[in-house]
């Protein structure tokens, strides 16, 4: 065993065919899995896909070699498509236990074509896999969905994972929800499987996931147990949660408030982890095989759910003014039952703010407003009134007004919280994203602010593209695996590379783990430039360029694109214009070479 399933499902709902073929030797070598695997069916189809919300689009469901082993934090799955948001080719990933079971199934993967005549889903058994009806859960939440499909299936040990009516009105900001608070959450995955008619996918079995070397994957996971459990900055988010930045990341006045419009929340600790933890927490809560349990399992009203995590609180409080934790709490919640991406959604409600404010729209949405909030929050994932239009992202609706300058986002997608103009090191990361405003794709918050591996200076553009890079390979190493990101607080690339050599029988190094996120960086880089993607989309909001912060340590400060931009080009091997040479390909045994790839000077 390789810790593999050893099959991937090829699902045409449009034929309603399905056949199970082999993992390829070759792909786990080269991918893993997770990211590196859908990527990799993606950038192979790419010429057979049209509109990201038409029959051709492909939807693929991969976890990693290391999901579902034991491992501390190996829990996760990816969600890969061309994405109706940004149009580039995406990943989203989530925990919960939904990517185990997957695998406990039978298989590593679910690559899905085509469109259902009628709402259907998708179970997965021991092996096998079935297409049901699903048409009496259109409709329904995802909480409601996932009660009725466990009953559907006569097995309460199963795991969903499905769309609200976000996703069947095919909002470009739905999710997919899992475990009823696990979401894939950006980039629009929800409508694509929306536009498949496909409602949710259900996983069952006993399939056993076993390492090649057990006696070596033991210690690793003894090793790793210790080094998070030692870890100063898991204990934080083990206590209080992801929202332990909250006042962090204030204080350090890098906190978007108002649209971008201020980087300091006058009333951060009103919405902060420590006031969470105080007020509505009721336990912490983990993913399968996690030790960190970052999770907040809370309840208001005597109703019981999860979160919100920090990148919601922000999105839902102060950018949008908001100081009111509970109507915050009350809007995550209402994300997870409609199935929306929490940042994207805040976000797009904190654009519509500074429209209003601005004059340029006709409704009267103002900053601080909670119950407006909570309001459009609904309005958005049941497209009504002006939440049609702001179901479609911050981008479209800023544009359909003339100013899509508002829009705090790149490549069509919404930026996470925190201020580039502070982060000069995590501002580049966001402009190079492949996936439009991310966080997660090169969390250069760890070293600019937490110190972790090291403590960099968030204002100095010095070495900062080397360390963009190496962040972005690792994260796409982590992906890959089906490892969660937090991991990586307590973790390095040998750590990973220990792991993979005990579970999958591949032996590799350090240096080997990161060319192996590398290597599915530029081929995501590919896909992009396929779709037309240029050096011009790297790039952030023109607020950020131009309006420096006006408070604290950060103060006259915007972000400086170059020579930021053209230096981390160099790092990666790429030309000028950000384009991968050729001896770079080779050098990453990627056969995709595009006839025009330029040769490196």
Excluded at 73 to 89: D, F, H, I, N, Q
Excluded at 205 to 215: F, K, M, S, T, Y
Excluded at 503 to 524: F, P
Aim: aromatic content about 8%.
């Amino acid at each position: 065993m390789d810790g593999y399933a050893g099959k991937i499902l090829f699902v045409n709902l449009t034929k309603g065919t399905m056949e199970a073929k082999p993992f390829p030797e070759e792909w786990k070598r080269q991918f893993m899995g997770g990211r590196g695997l859908g990527v990799k069916i993606l950038a192979d189809a790419l010429d057979t896909i049209g509109d990201p919300l038409g029959e051709s689009n492909i939807l693929v469901f991969a976890t990693g070699p290391l999901t579902g082993t034991g491992l501390p934090l190996g829990s996760r799955y990816t969600v890969a498509t061309k994405s109706p948001l940004t149009g580039t080719v995406t990943s989203a990933d989530s925990g919960g236990s939904f990517g185990w079971k997957l695998k406990k199934a039978g298989f590593d993967a679910v690559v899905i074509t085509g469109k259902a005549k009628t709402p259907a889903y998708l179970f997965l058994s021991d092996g096998k896999a079935e297409i049901r009806n699903a048409s009496a859960m259109w409709g329904r939440t995802s909480t409601q969905t996932t009660a009725a499909i466990l009953e559907d299936v006569k097995d309460k040990n199963a795991r969903v994972a499905c769309i609200g009516p976000a996703g069947e009105k095919l909002s470009r900001l739905a999710c997919i929800m899992n475990e009823n608070f696990r979401a894939a959450g950006r980039g629009g995955v929800g409508a694509v499987m929306g536009s498949k008619n496909l409602k949710a996918v259900a996983a069952s079995g006993d399939a056993r996931i076993a390492p090649a070397h057990p006696e070596r994957m033991k210690a690793v996971q003894e090793k790793w147990v210790a080094k998070l459990k030692e870890n100063g900055i898991e204990q934080a988010i083990h206590n209080y949660g992801t929202a332990v930045l909250v006042n962090i990341i204030n204080e350090n006045y890098i906190l978007p408030v108002r649209n971008f419009q201020s980087a300091h929340f006058e009333n951060a600790d009103k919405v902060s982890g420590e006031t969470l933890a105080k007020t509505m927490l009721k336990r912490p809560k983990g993913c399968f095989a996690c030790t960190v349990q970052c999770g907040r399992y809370t309840e208001i009203d005597g109703v019981p759910a999860e979160g919100p995590e920090y990148e919601t609180i922000w999105a839902l409080g102060p950018d949008c003014g908001i100081d009111d934790l509970v109507a915050v709490k009350k809007a995550n919640d209402l994300c997870n039952e409609l199935g929306m991406d929490t940042i994207g959604t805040g976000a797009t409600i904190a654009c519509a703010m500074e429209m209003s404010q601005r004059g340029y729209i006709g409704e009267k949405i103002r900053f601080g407003d909670a119950a407006a909030m909570v309001e459009l929050v609904r309005k958005m994932g049941y497209r009504e009134g002006i939440g049609d239009e702001m179901a479609e992202g911050s981008y479209r609706f800023a544009e359909k007004y003339g100013h899509p300058e508002l829009s705090m986002s790149v490549k069509k997608q919404d930026m996470p919280a925190y201020d580039p103009r502070g982060l000069q090191g995590h501002g580049l990361a966001y402009a190079t994203s492949l996936r439009g405003g991310c966080h997660v794709y090169g969390y250069m918050v760890a070293p600019e602010v937490l110190g972790s591996p090291q403590k960099l200076d968030p204002y100095v553009d010095t070495d900062k593209a080397l360390w963009t890079k190496i962040f972005q390979d690792l994260t796409a190493t982590i992906d890959s695996i089906g490892m969660c990101l937090f991991s990586s607080f307590a973790l390095s690339a040998a750590d990973y590379a220990e792991a993979i050599s005990a579970v999958t029988g591949i032996e590799m190094d350090e240096k080997e783990a990161l060319l192996l996120g590398e290597r599915v960086w530029n081929l995501q880089k590919l896909a992009n430039m396929k779709l037309g993607f240029t050096r011009a989309d790297d790039t952030l909001p023109q607020r950020l360029l131009q309006e420096p912060l006006q408070e604290g340590a950060p103060k006259g400060r915007v972000w400086n694109r170059e020579p930021l931009l053209s230096e981390y080009y160099k790092v990666r091997g790429w030309d000028i214009a950000g384009r991968p040479t050729r001896e770079k390909l080779q050098e990453l045994g990627l056969d995709q070479v595009p006839a025009g790839a330029p040769k490196r000077e």
